[in-house]
């Protein structure tokens, strides 16, 4: 039985999820006070003993079983924040995650004193990643790139809801999608799950994900072929490619990048030190 003030009950919801992660426990503890009470961390410390009607409280014992089993919290409210927006998420859709806000603050610095007027943003999902990147480039175009229309339509609605549908170009298509045009910045979060190490996912990834955000083939590194080899027709000369790969991939994408001709290539690392965006660049003009 969940206790009905509010202080408490934050308490109760933090300590009960540390079995899911001690890590955000006391982060997603807040989120579901928000969600379900509206009341936010500065509501629990001026106001700790609040009462909380008990129809409430069944949602949030509702919403701490569907937790506990493994569901994350963003798919048990539709909501993901990512670089401080919000996105809304489905089933079609892959939970942005914070590793992913590498690729902004990389971009953030190459493009520093020459801002992008062009980004392709490829597997664009939610489409967090253009948007943080329209956000920071008030002048700057996009294109969201994805094979598939329901995540097409979410990240549509996404930008409707940050003011960016008149800077984005919505198109649905695969890794080698040509365009009339190249573009300053392209950026991806391609699948980069190898075909056995599906079933060893978390739960929550698992289950909640979809598996056309997640399959990258045998290896893990079927998109990286793909878009690598048709990288040069689409990005402009000596402007760069940011993209996301997993924590043990950074040696095989790199040689990738040098096998299809990329003159510039480094890695970048995640905010736990996990190898997380290789950069590539060519300087042929």
């Not at 928000?34 to 106001?47: E, L, N, P, S, Y």
Request: glycine share 6%.
């Amino acid at each position: 039985m969940l206790p009905n003030r509010l202080k408490a009950l934050y308490d109760a919801l933090s300590k009960k999820l540390e079995i899911v992660s001690t890590e955000v426990a006391r982060q997603e503890s807040r989120i579901i006070l928000v969600q379900r009470t509206g009341f936010d961390w500065a509501d629990i410390i001026a106001h700790p003993d609040r009462e909380i009607d008990k129809d409430t409280l069944d949602l949030i014992q509702k919403d701490l079983q569907e937790r506990l089993h493994g569901k994350p919290v963003s798919r048990i409210y539709g909501i993901r924040s990512f670089w401080g927006l919000d996105f809304e998420v489905t089933r079609d859709t892959l939970d942005p995650r914070a590793d992913t806000e590498t690729i902004i603050e990389r971009a953030l610095e190459l493009y520093k004193d020459n801002p992008p007027e062009t980004i392709l943003d490829m597997g664009s999902g939610t489409g967090c990643i253009l948007i943080a990147l329209l956000k920071e480039f008030p002048h700057a175009r996009g294109v969201a790139l994805d094979i598939s229309p329901a995540a097409l339509a979410i990240a549509r609605k996404n930008a409707i809801s940050h003011g960016l549908e008149d800077r984005i170009e919505f198109i649905e298509g695969g890794w080698k999608t040509n365009f009339a045009r190249k573009f300053d910045l392209v950026v991806s979060n391609p699948p980069y799950i190898s075909n056995q190490e599906l079933e060893n996912l978390p739960v929550e990834v698992k289950n909640h994900d979809p598996i056309l955000a997640l399959e990258g083939g045998e290896d893990g590194l079927d998109p990286y072929k793909e878009i690598f080899s048709h990288l040069k027709n689409i990005l402009k000369p000596e402007k760069f490619g940011l993209f996301e790969i997993a924590f043990n991939q950074s040696e095989d994408v790199m040689r990738l990048a040098e096998f299809y001709g990329f003159t510039q290539r480094c890695v970048h690392h995640d905010i736990a030190g996990q190898p997380r965006v290789v950069e590539i660049s060519c300087g042929d003009k």
